[in-house]
């Protein structure tokens, strides 16, 4: 089965700062797409930023921006100036090859302090 | 954007009675859904896959007599917990997709049922 490690259970940033989450995947498969995921305490599910594996280009939504090794199986999220409402669970989730399905990280806990 | 509708959001039931969780895709069609239980601070454990018309596709582990899955509509799938537990108590969320699965999913706001 697919794994998918985010190695920083909780992370701290202040107001303003750059904060880089982490992401490690395992995948057989050439062609997948990556997603990140919010979920802040509504527990209301969010995409932030998504990534094409077959795309070297690393994608950006405003402040949201990704590093994407695709030999490496890393797909890191950073987030610029961050803002009091980032502070939320945030999931890195790549589709398992050849299906529509979804793999979870186990969620990296985002607080930014004021 | 698309919005994907899950009621009820909170829901109280009694041992041994039956519950149903709908979820509906308001301005899209889905053909298919997903059907996740997230128990708490821990991540989305994806439950089975709702296909229109046909059964649902479950993953290793969980019971499919217990959880019902039913997806008569291009916009509407039920998850139906029957015979339910205190350990059935958990927070239930759908997603779909909006055509190209590379666009991401929506998710519904969930459910969280309490099995008293």
């Known amino acids: 089965a697919q794994t998918v490690t985010q190695s920083q259970p909780e992370m701290s940033v202040q107001e303003a700062e750059t904060v880089t989450l982490s992401c490690t995947y395992d995948t057989s498969e050439n062609n997948y797409y990556l997603f990140w995921y919010k979920q802040p305490p509504s527990r209301q599910m969010i995409l932030v930023i998504r990534q094409e594996a077959y795309k070297q280009q690393n994608a950006t939504e405003n402040r949201f921006s990704v590093n994407f090794q695709k030999a490496a199986k890393s797909f890191s999220l950073k987030i610029s100036d961050s803002q009091l409402g980032d502070t939320a669970m945030y999931f890195c989730?790549?589709?398992?090859?050849?299906?529509?399905?979804?793999?979870f990280g186990k969620g990296t806990k985002l607080t930014v302090n004021p | 954007g698309a919005v994907v509708s899950q009621h009820p959001s909170r829901v109280i039931c009694k041992s041994g009675t039956s519950v149903k969780i709908e979820c509906r895709s308001l301005?899209?069609?889905?053909?298919?859904m997903f059907w996740y239980r997230q128990f708490p601070k821990q991540s989305l454990m994806l439950m089975a896959t709702?296909?229109?018309?046909?059964?649902?596709?479950?993953e290793q582990g969980v019971e499919k007599d217990k959880f019902l899955i039913n997806h008569a509509s291009l916009t509407l799938s039920t998850l139906t917990v029957t015979s339910a537990h205190p350990e059935d108590s958990s927070f239930y969320i759908c997603?779909?997709?909006?055509?190209?699965?590379?666009?991401?999913?929506?998710f519904g706001s969930g459910t969280r049922l309490t099995v008293v």
């Open positions: 997603s779909a997709a909006q055509g190209f699965q590379g666009y991401g999913y929506t």
């Open positions: 989730a790549p589709s398992q090859g050849g299906s529509e399905k979804l793999v």
């Open positions: 301005d899209f069609q889905a053909t298919t």
């Open positions: 709702s296909n229109e018309g046909s059964k649902a596709t479950y």
